[in-house]
């Protein structure tokens, strides 16, 4: 089935991405430094890790990552030298800590010398040891991104790169202040490829300046010829009020309301035509790629870093702003850079908010990872897990969900709940329903729209 315009529209509610839960904005700043020690002590085996490198060229208008622009280069040596000193105070089980995955964002982790990103790798394994198989995921610019800086990647293990394209148009670069050009990000991919990196990934964004039906429909050509592994679509979040530079934004015409909502189809429709398979809402991926056998294995996670193929591992977060998810809490790093280069250097704690979760917090962390991942419930499965009657304990979010089932977004039986492919483009509609946090006045202006 297809929905309609308006029905689409007046779903398009400002709901969380469930990037996390509880979500980020109702994490509490009074948690404990030993709080995050006692989980690092008891890290399971084998974890992953999440370094940030906040340091980009310039600032792109659209941008809500933690990102500094940085002039300097003696910034790398200040920072590396600080992640060092943080990583030799962690209080791990162990001297050292096997991994199964390891991911570097930003910011630009490229932004770093080839020199640099040896010698990142190189602090990192001193404590954390790859196993057979692990991932290193990078993300990086095309733009600023060398020949060399790949071959190094490759040698350090690089398995994925991930890259921020957004746009190919020219009006839309130069309306987000992005310096780019296609052929940088084709010669980038085609590297990629050829050193042995797999799961290569290009982001794309709906709803930038300029971006008309016509734009997007060649940025959608472009990406499928270049022919990545996996394609994110996000739509863009103007939040002018937590990221003031955004502002810049407001001089050139955006697409709202149906026109954003037809990019948000044209995508779903294009993608899926050139035969990339969906992963909950935003993601692409080919069928035999990693993520899309984890997609038809349930094997889905999703976290700050979007959908990945390990729902097993805790992560680690290092560095300003990074997250650590364990199973029972979150941690965020101290976000402002200067802070928390003093607080490294000092071998302070940099803890500046988290959240720790209570039985019930754990039950909807799980609840709405499945529905966002996998588009179901088992209630058995629910049953078992957490000593609950899911038709009974949920019975008031079950039946919360009923307008959109009779819309046919979702089918609810004594077994289990399942979104359907047409429910899939408000999938975040539906994990909202057993969101208890979310009272409608907190529906705006916090979160981005939900299609």
């Known amino acids: 089935m297809t929905l309609s315009y308006d029905t689409l529209l007046r779903l398009s509610e400002r709901i969380p991405r469930y990037t996390s839960y509880p979500t980020a904005p109702s994490w509490r700043a009074d948690l404990r430094p030993e709080d995050e020690a006692a989980r690092q002590a008891r890290l399971p085996q084998p974890a992953s890790v999440y370094v940030h490198i906040p340091f980009c060229v310039e600032q792109c208008s659209f941008c809500a990552c933690n990102q500094v622009v940085a002039g300097r280069r003696d910034a790398a040596t200040r920072y590396l030298n600080a992640l060092d000193a943080q990583i030799r105070r962690l209080p791990l089980p162990g001297e050292t800590h096997p991994i199964a995955r390891m991911a570097w964002g930003g910011g630009t982790p490229t932004w770093l010398s080839p020199q640099e990103l040896s010698q990142l790798h190189g602090l990192l394994t001193r404590r954390f040891v790859p196993i057979d198989g692990a991932e290193l995921d990078v993300e990086l610019d095309p733009e600023i991104t060398s020949s060399e800086q790949l071959q190094v990647l490759a040698q350090l293990g690089t398995t994925r790169v991930s890259m921020g394209v957004q746009s190919f148009d020219a009006g839309v670069l130069e309306a987000v202040g992005r310096p780019q050009r296609a052929e940088r990000v084709a010669a980038v ?173 754990r039950l909807r962390k799980h609840i709405i990872n499945q529905i966002m991942c996998n588009l179901a419930l088992d209630f058995e499965e629910l049953a078992a897990r957490f000593d609950l009657d899911p038709p009974i304990d949920l019975a008031p979010e079950l039946a919360s969900l009923a307008p959109l089932q009779a819309l046919g977004l979702v089918q609810i039986t004594p077994w289990g709940l399942q979104v359907t492919e047409a429910g899939r483009l408000v999938v975040r509609n539906v994990a909202a329903a057993f969101d208890p946090g979310l009272a409608a006045p907190q529906r705006a202006p916090r979160f981005s729209q939900a299609v």
């Open 189 to 361: 991919l085609s590297e990629a490829r050829a050193l042995g990196m797999r799961g290569l990934n290009i982001d794309l964004m709906y709803g930038l300046p300029r971006q008309g039906l016509a734009v997007f429909a060649q940025d959608l050509a472009e990406t499928i010829r270049l022919n990545p592994d996996r394609i994110a679509v996000f739509g863009y979040a103007h939040v002018p009020w937590l990221k003031p530079h955004q502002r810049r934004l407001d001089a050139y015409p955006r697409p709202e309301g149906e026109e954003r909502l037809q990019l948000f189809l044209l995508a779903h429709e294009t993608l899926r035509a050139a035969g990339y398979e969906p992963i909950g809402f935003d993601h692409f991926a080919r069928p035999d790629d990693a993520l899309a056998v984890a997609a038809r294995e349930r094997r889905l996670h999703r976290n700050f870093m979007g959908y990945t193929t390990r729902p097993d591992l805790e992560q680690l977060g290092l560095g300003v702003s990074a997250i650590s998810e364990h199973h029972d809490a979150w941690f965020q790093q101290t976000s402002k850079l200067s802070t928390w280069w003093r607080q490294a250097e000092a071998g302070l704690p940099t803890l500046e908010r988290g959240a720790l979760l209570t039985p019930e917090d």
